[in-house]
């Protein structure tokens, strides 16, 4: 099983709203990761965990809040959000973070729209 | 500071046809290669991993080649079909970036029946 699972699909907030995204997978991977896509640009990375701790922070607003409360799970916490920040959210896992040779696999992502 | 160029950014061939995607680094000091598929507003599959120090992977119709000197890849895919329209991204894991993956911009490729 390669599976990363994403909920929800879709979801549409408002500027002032509190929502997370949620990321699932089973296979023992110890890395896992928030990228953000827009439109017709390839993803961009967010944050890596590794062994459940915050390994990278690339510069996110802090309107953006990750949590990785066991192996299994990652939350991306969403907070006063701004209409640019509507994306693709793409949760990913691999087996560690600083082993070069490994792949890396995506889940089908959450369509977020701010309105 | 990594950049990943493919080229063409957009295809557009018959069905049965052969083709060849084109992906080029600019920091040939990397750990592996990775190619992804894309479906639209779909997330990323990954379709091969080429590690440094190898030369080509094969899975199916699907064959990656990695020049790593060159800073180059290739994704050739033989006998396209409908099923195989999607974006392909390439995307690098550098030596110097912290194992980080740097992205293309995807090659769009449209397999006409």
């Known amino acids: 099983d390669t599976e990363v699972t994403q909920t929800p699909k879709h979801l549409v907030m408002g500027m002032t709203n509190k929502k997370s995204l949620k990321c699932e997978q089973h296979?023992?991977?110890?890395?896992m990761y928030w990228y953000k896509q827009k439109a017709k640009k390839p993803p961009e990375l967010m944050f890596v965990y590794s062994y459940e701790k915050l390994s990278i922070n690339e510069s996110v607003p802090s309107r953006f809040s990750p949590e990785c409360p066991n192996s299994s799970l990652l939350n991306l916490h969403l907070h006063a959000l701004q209409p640019e920040d509507s994306a693709l959210y793409l949760c990913a896992s691999s087996q560690v973070y600083f082993v070069p040779g490994n792949t890396i696999y995506f889940g089908e992502g959450s369509w977020l729209t701010v309105v | 500071k990594q950049e990943v160029t493919q080229i063409p950014a957009a295809l557009s061939v018959p069905e049965g046809e052969n083709l060849v995607l084109n992906c080029s680094f600019t920091?040939?000091?990397?750990?592996?290669l990775q190619w992804f598929r894309q479906d639209p507003g779909k997330g990323l599959t990954s379709l091969l991993l080429?590690?440094?120090?190898?030369r080509e992977q094969t899975s199916g119709r699907l064959n990656a080649s990695l020049d790593k000197s060159s800073g180059r890849s290739t994704l050739y895919i033989a006998a396209s079909q409908p099923g195989d329209s999607a974006t392909y991204l390439c995307a690098v894991k550098g030596e110097t970036s912290g194992s980080r993956l740097t992205f293309g911009e995807g090659t769009q490729l449209t397999v006409n029946p």
């Open positions: 920091d040939s000091a990397i750990y592996n």
């Open positions: 080429i590690q440094s120090s190898q």
């Open positions: 296979m023992g991977h110890r890395a």
